[in-house]
């Protein structure tokens, strides 16, 4: 079964829940490119963002998943899913060691070894990722996603992506909007994500990489905005690359304000939206 189909299938109608904040949309003249985070943010994540599903939540997915793939556990759900949860921090602890301050696991890796742990499972790794992964995160499309997006490509607008994510995340698009990435028409060069080069966010890794792929096409870091829901993992690091920021308040699932955080105490978004299509009453 295609991954995107997984998705679809056990997806289910998600609503945001409203946060009280108020909005600051004071436009923002000389944007040329507009890159966004994904879970929270274009994407609703009914645990607020990638990974972060609660234990229980954990378990009890892992046992349907495993069902859906006809294997019987030898072992209760949640001693798995401490098995699960130990392997990831082991591959942290080595990506660590190799000098890297935030670092992000290869999903399918951790769960191949997790499955040898657990008495040698013969499953398709990346199969059981996305079986669980879709019980243990439902998701949603964010309300005014397309319209959003199909605005700024009207305008000429560069849109890209810089988000913790795993191998499946890519898959969320044509799953619940029935378009992929190239006909949503987000660049193929500016698409960046944590498993991908080890390094989660709030670390600033992927927002220079980005940076300096906007620069070789003459775009200044002053002439882009990033969206994201978090205050330390999405404004924090677009802002020390130079970026102008939104901070995405939209969900009481994903923001993150953080505001007892001493390193955001003297950053500040450039703009607060509640609406994804705020982001076209933002640029002029």
């Given amino acids: 079964m295609a991954l995107e189909k997984i998705f679809h299938q056990l997806s289910r109608p998600l609503e945001p829940i409203p946060t009280g904040v108020q909005p600051q949309l004071l436009p923002l003249v000389g944007i040329r490119a507009v890159l966004f985070d994904i879970y929270g943010t274009l994407i609703i994540s009914g645990c607020g963002d990638i990974g972060t599903s609660i234990e229980g939540q954990q378990a009890d997915a892992l046992s349907e998943a495993l069902e859906s793939l006809g294997i019987t556990l030898r072992c209760p759900a949640e001693d798995a899913i401490q098995v699960f949860q130990e392997t990831i921090a082991k591959h942290h602890a080595q990506l660590r060691a190799t000098g890297i301050t935030y670092p992000e696991v290869n999903i399918i890796e951790v769960w191949r070894e997790t499955c040898v742990e657990l008495g040698g ?164």
């Avoid at 990489?209 to 002053?222: E, F, I, M, Y």
């Fill in 121 to 284: 499972l013969k499953i398709d790794a990346a199969r059981l990722a996305v079986e669980f992964e879709a019980r243990a995160n439902p998701t949603w499309p964010m309300p005014g996603l397309k319209p959003c997006l199909a605005g700024l490509v009207r305008r000429g607008m560069v849109i890209g992506l810089i988000s913790n994510a795993q191998f499946f995340t890519p898959c969320l698009f044509p799953a619940l909007l029935e378009k992929t990435l190239d006909e949503l028409g987000f660049a193929p060069d500016l698409r960046y994500y944590s498993y991908e080069h080890c390094h989660a966010k709030p670390s600033d890794w992927m927002y220079r990489l980005a940076s300096k792929r906007l620069a070789s096409q003459g775009v200044h870091p002053t002439e882009v905005l990033y969206v994201g829901n978090d205050m330390r993992n999405d404004v924090l690091p677009a802002t020390q690359v130079g970026f102008r920021t939104a901070l995405f308040a939209g969900d009481t699932r994903s923001l993150r304000r953080r505001e007892s955080d001493p390193l955001l105490e003297k950053i500040k978004p450039d703009a607060i939206i509640l609406d994804l299509l705020h982001i076209l009453d933002l640029i002029k």
